[in-house]
C-alpha cells in the first residue's frame, strides 16, 4: 500500500485508566458499539504465531459488508506504550474499501492516555470517488474516537450517540470529530506503526 499523504491519522487524549481503554477498544464484542466502521466482529481464533483473525461486517440500509482480518496486539512494551497493528480485506465489490492496513497505539501520559491510529486502505471504487470517500472515512474514524473517548471518561454507553446525534448541534456533550488531532505530528501517518504490522498478511 503505497501514498504516505494519504493514509489517514487520528489521535485523541482519553483521560481513562488504561487497561480500561484497552478492553473497550480490544474485546470484539465491545468495539463495534463505538466504532462507526464495524456493525459486527467474529473472532476465528489465534494462530500460532499470536495472530487473531476475525469477521467483521458493516451493515448498510440495503447491502451488508462482509470481510476478514488479522490482529496482533502488543499489551506489555518496555515504554510503557501499547500497540495493535491490523489488516483486513473484503471480496465485496459494493465496499469502498477493499482491503488495508493501520495500527493503534496507546500512549499513557500524566494527564490520561494518547490514543493514535494511522492506516491507508485500496479504494474499492477506485481513485476518483475515493477522493469524496476518504474524506468521509476520516470524518467516521475521528467521531468515532471522540464517541469512544466519552464512554471511557464518563460511562455514558455509545449507543446514547447514534450517527444522527451529529444534527442535534445543541446537545452539550455530543461526539464531535473536531477534538480529535487529524493531521499527524510526524513524517506520515504511518510513521508511528509498529513493526508487528509487518508480520500481518
Known amino acids: ?26 474485546d470484539p464484542s465491545l468495539h ?12 476465528l481464533g489465534v494462530d500460532a504465531e499470536g495472530r487473531s483473525r476475525f469477521r467483521y461486517e458493516r451493515r448498510l440500509p440495503l447491502h451488508r459488508i462482509v470481510g476478514t482480518g488479522v490482529s496482533i496486539g502488543e499489551r506489555t512494551r518496555p515504554d510503557g506504550t501499547r500497540t495493535s497493528a491490523l489488516a483486513f480485506a473484503t471480496e465485496d465489490r ?12 496507546y500512549v499513557p501520559t500524566p494527564d490520561g492516555v494518547r490514543f493514535i491510529t494511522g492506516y491507508d486502505y485500496v479504494p474499492g471504487f477506485g ?16 467521531w468515532s474516537f471522540d464517541r469512544l473517548r466519552i464512554w471511557a471518561e464518563t460511562g455514558v454507553p455509545p449507543e446514547r450517540w447514534p450517527l444522527v446525534s451529529v444534527l442535534a448541534w445543541w446537545k452539550a456533550g455530543r461526539p464531535r470529530a473536531t477534538r480529535c488531532r487529524v493531521r499527524s505530528p510526524r513524517e506520515g501517518a504511518m510513521a508511528g506503526a509498529p513493526a508487528t504490522l509487518e508480520r500481518l498478511t
Open 32 to 43: 463495534p458499539r463505538w466504532d462507526l466502521r464495524f456493525s459486527a466482529i467474529e473472532p
Open 94 to 105: 459494493l465496499s469502498p474499501l477493499a482491503g488495508g492496513r493501520g495500527y493503534w497505539r
Open 127 to 142: 481513485r476518483l470517488p475515493d477522493v469524496v470517500l476518504r474524506p468521509l472515512v476520516h470524518w467516521m474514524t475521528a
Open 1 to 26: 500500500m503505497n501514498g504516505r499523504s494519504r493514509a489517514l491519522y487520528v489521535e485523541t487524549l482519553v483521560r481513562a485508566d488504561i487497561d480500561d481503554l484497552w478492553r473497550l477498544t480490544q
